[in-house]
Each structure stands twice: as structure tokens, then as C-alpha cells.
């Protein structure tokens, strides 16, 4: 199985920077997706970004233009390169793995880490 674990949130300003980092360990070799997704005070969890083994990437709108997902393979390691941060980017975020097209007809993930908190100050 895959083990994830986040760090590098914190507090940060509106229109500040941070990076995001998730390292996993286990069986990770066979990786083709990788994601991250937040969870603000009282939302849904969601997807903020993908990262494929290709490089290939899928933002959510909101924060296109701002975030940056990318990964590093052999060191099995995924990074959300946060800038122009906003009050609505306050969640914990997740990393996620191990990608899967679910049968209520989705792509869903089975292994997740324990979340990092992001906060942005109004």
C-alpha cells in the first residue's frame, strides 16, 4: 500500500505564497495520478489539481493562473506551489493517489494523507 504525507501549511497573508509538499512511500512506481484537494470550514472536500506521470496537469478553475501542481517521480514526491493566495484557499489539503474510475461513473482516489492546514488571513 502507499503511505502520503503533506507539509508546508501554515498562516499565510492575502496574496502570499506557499508550497505544499506530499511524499509517498510504499508501491509507488506504478503512479500515474496524483492529486491534491482542500476542504474549507464547512465545504466539500475538492479536487484542486492533477498531476499525471507525464506531466500533463488539470487545475480547478479557481485556482488557475495561481497554483502550480508538479511532481517528482523519482522521488515519489508531489508539490502545490501556491501564489496569490485568497481567504477562499483556507482549507486543509490533501494529497491523494492511486486514482481510479469508480462505478458511480467518477474518478475517485483510495490513498490519502492526513492533510495539511493552509490558512489565509482576511
Known amino acids: 500500500q502507499v503511505q502520503l504525507v503533506e507539509s508546508g501549511g501554515g498562516l499565510v497573508q492575502p496574496g502570499g505564497s506557499l508550497r505544499l509538499s506530499c511524499v509517498a512511500s510504499g508501491i509507488v512506481f506504478s503512479i500515474n495520478a496524483m492529486g491534491w484537494y482542500r476542504q474549507a470550514p464547512g465545504k466539500q472536500r475538492e479536487l484542486v489539481a492533477e498531476v499525471f506521470r507525464d506531466g500533463s496537469t488539470i487545475y480547478a478553475n479557481s485556482v488557475k493562473g495561481r497554483f502550480i501542481i508538479s511532481r517528482d517521480n523519482a522521488k515519489s514526491t508531489v508539490y502545490l506551489q501556491m501564489d496569490s493566495l485568497k481567504s477562499d484557499d483556507t482549507g486543509v489539503y490533501y494529497c491523494?493517489?492511486?486514482?481510479?474510475?469508480?462505478?458511480?461513473?467518477?474518478?475517485?482516489?483510495?490513498?490519502w494523507g492526513q492533510g495539511t492546514q493552509v490558512t489565509v488571513s482576511s
Open positions: 491523494a493517489t492511486n486514482r481510479f474510475w469508480s462505478l458511480s461513473g467518477t474518478y475517485e482516489y483510495r490513498s
